[in-house]
């Protein structure tokens, strides 16, 4: 009898030593996941704070550009505007970068990004053309219509980063998801 007593209380102990391990590892992946998700969530906050910045800043920028043709503002000015979009731009990117599980996404919005960068050298490149010959009838004109098309260039342009940065939060959080629902199922597996 002291026997079996004997034995059922070490089969006891060692369900109950199996058991806790199984539910600290359930325990350990459902913290995880917890952390995942609250990572996440700031990232998302980071990256849409970041963009309405950086599309904040780059609409100010290219009216500091006109403002600047017109002498209405001085180069020191548009010099920190500059600098507070490219700090701006290295934030979101930043931010961007942090990317877990579609790095293809990445490159895509980079190269919106490298876009918006290059309609804004290019403005620049036209406004300083503009700065340096006379004023004529036709060079205001060209100007105005230069304006005008980098305006409708940004905003396109800000508008697909805007969809694209949507879209990559959307994967990243069906990708958590995914990793979770493969979780559960190890979970259930055990």
Do not use: P
């Amino acid at each position: 009898m002291s026997e079996v007593v004997s034995w059922v209380l070490s089969s006891s102990v060692i369900v109950a030593c199996i058991t806790y391990i199984a539910n600290t590892k359930i325990k350990n992946k459902e913290l995880l996941v917890k952390i995942k998700l609250e990572e996440q969530n700031k990232w998302i906050r980071n990256v849409d704070e970041s963009l309405k910045k950086f599309v904040g800043l780059n609409i100010e920028y290219l009216k500091g550009l006109t403002d600047y043709s017109w002498n209405q503002i001085d180069s020191d000015n548009l010099s920190k505007q500059l600098m507070e979009l490219n700090k701006a731009q290295h934030s979101l990117m930043f931010y961007i970068n942090q990317i877990e599980y579609n790095e293809k996404s990445v490159q895509e919005v980079m190269d919106i990004i490298e876009n918006i960068v290059e309609i804004m050298e290019n403005y620049t490149t036209a406004i300083e053309h503009f700065k340096r010959v006379n004023k004529t009838e036709k060079e205001i004109s060209k100007m105005f219509d230069i304006t005008g098309e980098s305006e409708e260039k940004l905003g396109r342009a800000n508008i697909k980063l805007g969809i694209k940065l949507g879209e990559l939060a959307k994967e990243e959080k069906k990708s958590l998801a995914k990793e979770v629902i493969e979780n559960k199922m190890t979970k259930i597996l055990i």
